[in-house]
C-alpha cells in the first residue's frame, strides 16, 4: 500500500527552466509534508517542507504547493541548474510528537546544461 | 560538527551469514531511525530508537533483524542469515528530539549478499 506516489521515475529540464516534481499522497491524516533531494553514495538532505495549513511555501528557488482537497502537492524548481540533478523524494508525516515519515519512491532529475 | 556517520559504506556478505551496520548519529541526538531502499524503491522505514529503548518497530521484518541502540557507542542493525533479497541501502538518520522533522541523515551503507 503506497501511500505517497511519485508517479514520475524521471524528469529532465533544460537549464534555467522550471522543473516541477509531482506528489500524490491517499492517507489524509497526513498533515506535513516534505522533499528530500538525494546525490548518489549520499544521504538524503532535507530541502523544505510544508504543513496543511498552507497552499505555499518559498525558500529560494525553491517553491513546494501543496492542493489539499486533491491530496497533491508539487515542487517546482526555478531556474533549474546542473548541480539540481538528484533525486528528489516526497515525504509526508503526521506532524505533533512522533510519527512515521512515509517516503515516496522517488523522482530523478536531470538538468541539462 | 560531524554529521551522520555510517560504517560500513559498502558491506559484501554471502547467503546465510550475518550483517552488522553501524550509526553513528550527531552530536547530542538522541534518536536514531533506520530506513532501507531496495532497488527501485523508496526509502522504508524499519525501527525508531532512543538511546537503550525501541520506540517503533513496526517496519521491521519479524524474523532475522534486530536493532539496539546502547547508552554507550552506536546504533547497531543486525541482520542474520542474509538472504539476497536483504541486498539493498541502509541509511541511519538522527534527531535532537522525537520529531522526525528534523532528521538528518547519513551517507548510508550498501549491502551486497552473493
Known amino acids: 500500500d503506497q501511500q505517497v506516489k511519485q508517479n514520475s521515475p524521471s524528469l529532465s529540464v533544460q537549464e534555467g527552466r522550471i522543473s516541477i516534481l509531482n506528489c500524490d499522497y491517499t492517507n489524509s491524516m497526513f498533515d506535513y509534508f516534505l522533499w528530500y533531494k538525494k546525490y548518489p553514495a549520499e544521504g538524503p538532505t532535507f530541502l523544505i517542507s510544508?504543513?496543511?495549513?498552507?497552499d505555499k511555501n518559498e525558500d529560494g528557488r525553491f517553491t513546494v504547493f501543496l492542493n489539499k482537497s486533491a491530496k497533491h502537492l508539487s515542487l517546482h524548481i526555478v531556474p533549474s541548474q546542473p548541480g539540481d540533478s538528484a533525486v528528489y523524494f516526497c515525504a509526508a508525516t503526521r506532524s505533533g510528537g512522533y510519527q512515521k515519515v512515509t517516503f515516496g519512491i522517488g523522482t530523478k532529475l536531470q538538468v541539462i546544461p | 560538527n560531524a554529521g551522520v556517520m555510517q560504517n560500513p559504506r559498502h558491506l559484501v556478505r554471502r547467503r546465510g551469514q550475518e550483517a552488522r551496520l553501524r550509526c553513528s548519529p550527531m552530536k547530542g541526538h538522541s534518536h536514531v531511525y533506520w530506513y532501507r531502499q531496495l532497488p527501485e524503491e523508496g526509502l522504508k522505514f524499519m525501527v525508531y530508537?532512543?538511546?537503550?529503548?525501541?520506540?517503533?518497530e513496526s517496519g521491521m521484518p519479524k524474523e532475522r533483524f534486530s536493532a539496539e541502540f546502547p547508552k554507550e557507542g552506536p546504533s547497531i542493525l543486525r541482520i542474520q542469515q542474509v538472504v539476497r533479497g536483504d541486498s539493498a541501502a541502509y541509511f541511519c538518520?538522527?534527531?535532537?528530539?522525537?520529531?522526525?522533522?528534523?532528521?538528518?541523515f547519513g551517507p548510508g551503507t550498501r549491502l551486497t549478499v552473493t
Open positions: 530508537l532512543q538511546k537503550e529503548n525501541i520506540i517503533d
Open positions: 510544508i504543513s496543511s495549513i498552507k
Open positions: 538518520a538522527s534527531s535532537p528530539g522525537g520529531e522526525p522533522l528534523e532528521q538528518y
